[in-house]
Each structure stands twice: as structure tokens, then as C-alpha cells.
């Protein structure tokens, strides 16, 4: 059912919901697949409470703020996580190896035909591993979802793709020259500093609007958003790596290029499935990064979120290690053709 007009019956009028059943039947198989399939290869499922005293430190994720009252009526501020990412960190310092957790997450400001305020994020963590072993993850998870929903292709809006073909692997760097002729990496020092200018240059000579206040994160997103992920994931899925060290606040520089971080999106049918790191583990550099992050929602959106100390902590012990979120209602959407991320959701949240 996919009528979004003001007078469209509700999700829980029966010839509606009977309408949306069989795609919902098929989310739970898909949900039940991926348990078999990480118990097969000894993850061990974790469940990460909901309620955090920070709910993530990136500059354009906005969170669902609320207060703890304790039993004298004080009043502590809380917030519904973003992603389930610091709880499982302080796992993986705790002794876990491999988890896994396939829940409930929160997000503010966000509803579209691919957003939701509240959506269920399929989150995972390899100790020891490379994040290139998340990759192969993410490959197979394709195959498993588009077997279990009986698709033989993955689709979207007038896209496709083949969920049972090798992804393509393509850098970010490779990507920008590729879609828009810009010489990305020509704007960031060898250490990470980028260089705001020179990309509003590139961006200029590329003919794509410009604004005198633009940061280079802005440009670099108006380039992605504009120009490259509309394309991505296109026949076969895409494996988009080496974030730029700027883009990458939870992530290690890479070895090959201190330039760019082990960060990599998947993406299918031009839309974003997974974003997945080499994790970062050293707690003075995450809090510099967590900084620079709350200033610059603070100078776009007049607001910051604190900082979680016992997460900074926990890295210091944290073993080297991959993680990944990947966005299962989205997975679902592909693999069973929706047109929009409602249609896979057994209860959605009631419009304002």
C-alpha cells in the first residue's frame, strides 16, 4: 500500500494491513536467516539498551532527548541511542569477540521513502579482524536476503541490481574523479587537514552550486549527494571505501594513505545500505574527534551532545577490531521490491 495522501486509510485498517502482510512475513524470514547465519559462524546476539547519556557524537545526527528521575527527583538528561555502536564498543573492552545486535534505533529530524524515526539497525563487530572481512559480510547478506525473499534482483525506484554478483570496490577518491572530475584528494594534507578552498574551487570549475559559507564537509556532501551515490550500486552492488580521514570520526587512518580512514559504504540501487569501519581505538584522538564534530553542530544547529567519559574509557582497553551497521529495513525494502521504508515496518511511527 502506498498511498501517502492525507485521507489514505491507516497501516492498521485490515484490507491495509492485509495488503502489507506478505512483505512483513518476509522480513521476519529475512531477520530469521541472518540470526541462523551469524550463530553459524559464532556471533553471539546482544541486546544494548536504548537509553544512553550520549546518543552519538556526529555533527548531523539528531537525537530524541529525555530525562531520568531518580527516586530523591533529580533529574539526569538521557537520549535514544542513534546506533547501538558505544554499548557494543564497551562489549567488545568488556571480552565479547564476535556480537551482534538487530534492533531498534533512533533518529531525530529524519522521514523520507528511506528515513524513519525509528528503524530497526543490524550492527556487527569482528576482534582481531580486518574490516575488509566486513565486506564479504555485507556480500553475503545480499544473497541471503534477495534467496529469502525469492528475488532475483534487488530494486528501487527504476534501479536494480544483482544481489548474487561480486560488489564492485571503488574509492572514494576514484569515485569523485569518476562522476564528477574532481581531484578529491588534491584538497586533503597528508595528515587529514582538508582544504576548504581548493575544494570550493573544484566545485566551481565542476559547474555544482557553491554558498560563501560552505565548509569543505559541505562540499564534499553536495559531491556525494549530488553526483555519486545516485549512480552507485547500479547492475551490482557497491563497495565505497577510503573515506577521507574527515569523514571518518570513528574510524583508524589506513595504512596505504594516512589521507584516508577504513571507512566503507555498501550501496544498492543507489541507496546507502551499511557504512563500516576499521575501528578507532585510541581515546585521546576520539574525544578530538567528538570535539570537532559538537562544534560544528553547534555553529549548524545551535546545539551539542556530552560526551560518553565510560565509552572514551572503554577504548583505551578495546581490542583492535571491524564493525558495521547496516540498515536492515532497507535491506528488506530491496529485497522485496517496497517503494518506501514504511511498507516493511509492522508498526509505523504515526505521522505528525
Known amino acids: 500500500m502506498n498511498d501517502t495522501s492525507p485521507d489514505a486509510s491507516p497501516w492498521w485498517t485490515p484490507h491495509v494491513h ?14 530469521a536467516s541472518l540470526r541462523q547465519w551469524f550463530a553459524a559462524h559464532d556471533f553471539v546476539e546482544v541486546e544494548t539498551a536504548a537509553l544512553q547519556v550520549s546518543p552519538g557524537n556526529e555533527a548531523h545526527l ?11 527527583g533529580t533529574r539526569s538528561p538521557l537520549y535514544l541511542h542513534t546506533s547501538p555502536e558505544f554499548a557494543c564498543k564497551k562489549l567488545l573492552a568488556a571480552g565479547e569477540q564476535r556480537i551482534f545486535s538487530l534492533g531498534p534505533v533512533y533518529r531525530n529530524r529524519e522521514r523520507g521513502p528511506l528515513h524513519h524515526p525509528e528503524f530497526t539497525m543490524l ?15 555485507c556480500a553475503a547478506f545480499l544473497t541471503l536476503a534477495a534467496t529469502r525473499a525469492g528475488a532475483t534482483r534487488l530494486s528501487f525506484r527504476g534501479r536494480d541490481c544483482d544481489p548474487f554478483a561480486e560488489p564492485e570496490r571503488l574509492t572514494v577518491a576514484d569515485a569523485f574523479t569518476h ?11 597528508a595528515d587529514g587537514a582538508t582544504d576548504r578552498d581548493a575544494l570550493y574551487a573544484a566545485l566551481v570549475r565542476a559547474g555544482l552550486r557553491t ?15 549530488e553526483k555519486v551515490e545516485p549512480l552507485l550500486g547500479q547492475s551490482r552492488a557497491t563497495i565505497l571505501c577510503e573515506y ?31 557504512n563500516g569501519f576499521g575501528e578507532l581505538t585510541e581515546p585521546d584522538e576520539q ?7 559538537m562544534d560544528e553542530k553547534e555553529r549548524i544547529y545551535g546545539e551539542r551532545y556530552p560526551l560518553d567519559e565510560d565509552f572514551l574509557a572503554a577504548l583505551a582497553i578495546m581490542p583492535q577490531a571491524s564493525g558495521i551497521a ?9 529485497a522485496t521490491g517496497a517503494q518506501k521504508i514504511e511498507d516493511v515496518i509492522w508498526t509505523p511511527v504515526a505521522a505528525s
Open 18 to 31: 492485509a495488503d502489507r502482510r506478505p512483505r512483513l512475513m518476509l522480513r521476519n524470514a529475512i531477520a
Open 62 to 72: 539528531a537525537a530524541f532527548a529525555t530525562q531520568a528521575i531518580g527516586p530523591d
Open 123 to 137: 550492527e556487527w563487530y569482528r576482534v582481531g579482524e580486518a574490516y575488509e572481512s566486513l565486506m564479504q559480510d
Open 179 to 189: 562522476y564528477s572530475g574532481i581531484d578529491l584528494l588534491a584538497t586533503v594534507a
Open 211 to 225: 554558498a560563501p559559507d560552505d565548509s569543505w564537509a559541505d562540499l564534499f556532501s553536495r559531491v556525494m549527494v
Open 244 to 274: 577521507p580521514l574527515a569523514e571518518a570520526a570513528l574510524a583508524r587512518p589506513s595504512s596505504r594513505d594516512p589521507r584516508v580512514a577504513e571507512r566503507f559504504e555498501l550501496y544498492c540501487c543507489g541507496v546507502e545500505l551499511a
Open 287 to 293: 574525544r578530538r574527534r567528538f570535539i570537532i564534530e
Open 326 to 334: 547496516l540498515g536492515f529495513d532497507r535491506l528488506v525494502m530491496l
